[in-house]
């Protein structure tokens, strides 16, 4: 059947509800594309690329066992996780929190404990005596004891 005999052959309550069901799809698919071009391009999280020459990369480099590019997962991983770390411990700067994963690490392979910067830092974040404090120190240490414990 013809589209031309289909449509005279609706009634005029199905022709009204056909046509407002059309404009409702233009409306919302024209107001969804405005809106996409209205909002801004807002960089995430994985648009930026990260130092290769900072802290974050100095950990990478020992967890990969060679120099991570910009784009690496693990750095990006770490990165966040020096990041979490700034904001609970705002004494302590990135140096300082490679200093302390570096002899974090050396403390436990003294013990026998082999460990990596992102398992320490993973460990260190996900304590949950964790708090905004002066001094990172003591949730590396607390850290460094319980691996002794469970070893």
Sequence with gaps: MPVVEWWRNLSRGD?????????????????Y??????????????????STTGA??????????????PANAMLRRIDSLLEL?????????RGDLERLTIRTIHALARDGISVEP????GGVVGSTNMGATADCAVF????AER???GA
């Design 33 to 50: 594309a405005i809106q996409k071009h209205r909002e801004p391009h807002v960089p995430g999280r994985d648009d930026r690329l990260i």
């Design 147 to 149: 691996q002794r414990a």
């Design 118 to 121: 992102n398992g320490v830092l």
């Design 15 to 31: 022709r009204v509800r056909l046509i407002l069901a059309a404009a409702v799809v233009i409306a919302l698919g024209a107001g």
């Design 85 to 93: 770390l700034e904001g609970d411990c705002p004494a302590d700067t």
């Design 140 to 143: 590396f240490h607390r850290y």
């Design 56 to 69: 974050a990369a100095r950990l990478t480099a020992i967890q990969l066992g060679h120099h991570p590019g």
